[in-house]
């Protein structure tokens, strides 16, 4: 998760300090960096993230308005 020095980070640090966890969670889980050449299938991959973040949204959204 992102450090509590994050808050007072502009949003472009944070943004970066989020892509530099990403990366580190890809090399310990992968044991590389996703490259043009990994083998999956991205389109899918894309589609199911992007499904996740519907129903994170979805969650949120229910909460808020409660």
């Known amino acids: 998760m992102m450090s509590q020095a994050g808050r007072g980070m502009?949003?472009?640090?944070?943004?970066?300090e989020r892509l530099e966890e990403r990366r580190l969670v890809g090399l310990r889980k992968y044991g590389k960096e996703l490259s043009p050449d990994t083998d999956i299938n991205f389109l899918n991959e894309a589609i199911d993230e992007a499904l996740d973040l519907v129903m994170y949204l979805m969650a949120l959204k229910q909460k808020l308005d409660a």
Do not use: A, D, V
């Open 10 to 16: 502009s949003l472009t640090e944070q943004l970066k």
